[in-house]
């Protein structure tokens, strides 16, 4: 008796296993589900951006690539100050997904405005650090991503322009 419960609860288990990993699979498919203009390389128009309270980057470069859990996007940037860093991140839209290479923050969340524009929230051990809106024109050649935090003594408001250089 005592083998064939747990024989039964076994195989519940293992089926409800099963099943949420299937169903995990399935909205990870489709919440991947970037907009196309999104995919390729684009690079920061520091002329056009503005960094509050500064100073502005020196440069940036991101590369958003699609993948079947998501958009993996890399940032290569370089400060005033000649320092430099690159980060990656997996994005899925509704999941909290891990960054790697940044102090900062150590997650991203994403959520769908609209077919153009998401918002980020940024997070570092389950705090917000910020959140930046990005919005892709319709025509796909330029993206800007507004990013603000509030939660410092020194609120930052960073608006950054970007153009596309490559698909």
Not at 34 to 50: D, H, T, Y
């Given at each position: 008796m005592r083998a064939r419960l747990l024989a039964v609860t076994l195989a519940a288990l293992v089926s409800?296993?099963?099943?949420?990993?299937?169903?995990?699979?399935?909205?990870?498919?489709s919440t991947a589900e970037?907009?196309?203009?999104?995919?390729?390389?684009?690079?920061?128009?520091?002329?056009?951006?503005?960094y509050s309270p500064g100073p502005p980057l020196?440069?940036?470069?991101?590369?958003?690539?699609?993948?079947?859990?998501?958009?993996?996007?890399v940032v290569s940037r370089v400060y005033g100050d000649g320092r430099s860093e690159r980060f990656e991140y997996l994005a899925n839209f509704g999941k909290d997904m891990m960054v790697t290479g940044i102090e900062e923050y150590d997650s991203v969340t994403l959520r769908k405005i609209d077919d153009l524009s998401s918002d980020a929230?940024?997070?570092h051990a389950g705090t917000?650090?910020?959140v930046a809106r990005r919005v892709i024109a319709p025509d796909g050649k330029t993206m800007t991503i507004t990013f603000d935090r509030k939660s410092t003594e020194t609120p930052v408001h960073n608006v950054a322009f970007y153009d596309k250089v490559a698909n």
């Open positions: 409800l296993f099963l099943t949420s990993g299937a169903l995990g699979a399935f909205q990870l498919r970037a907009p196309p203009q999104l995919i390729g390389s684009w690079r920061l128009n520091v002329a056009k951006s503005k020196r440069s940036e470069t991101r590369v958003y690539t699609k993948g079947a859990d998501g958009v993996k996007g929230v940024l997070s917000v650090y910020g």
